[in-house]
Nanobody, 117 residues
Framework: QVQFVESGGGLVQPGGSLRLSCLPS?????VGWYRQAPGDERELVAY???????TYSDVVKGRFNIDRENAGKPVTLQMNSLEPEDTAVYYC??????????????WGQGTQVTVSS
């Protein structure tokens, strides 16, 4: 069972910025975030692989930046130019191996991000 140490999130005005941090235990193939707004399905936000390959959803590309200083350090998600549509619970996930399917991902407890004036 992967253990997560998460921080960040909160309330911000439109156009503002927030940063999320996530440190899962173990050596994982990829780490990132999904988000889920009320009534919606969980959607991918971004992830970074063990070798530094990054992927972003189209809706956050150019506004969000995922990074990890090096192995063993937290993965961070810098969220800029936030919009009310970004309001959701953000779930950190760890994909243990390339062959690990979505149903086998490990999940953090989730962090609320609210963008509102």
């Amino acid at each position: 069972q992967v253990q997560f140490v998460e921080s960040g999130g909160g309330l911000v005005q439109p156009g503002g910025s927030l940063r999320l941090s996530c440190l899962p235990s173990g050596d994982n193939y990829a780490v990132g975030w999904y988000r889920q707004a009320p009534g919606d399905e969980r959607e991918l936000v971004a992830y970074i692989s063990r070798i530094g390959f990054v992927t972003y959803s189209d809706v956050v590309k150019g506004r969000f930046n995922i990074d990890r200083e090096n192995a063993g350090k937290p993965v961070t998600l810098q969220m800029n130019s936030l919009e009310p549509e970004d309001t959701a619970v953000y779930y950190c996930f760890a994909r243990r191996a390339l062959k690990t399917s979505f149903n086998e991902y490990d999940w953090g407890q989730g962090t609320q991000v609210t963008v509102s004036s």
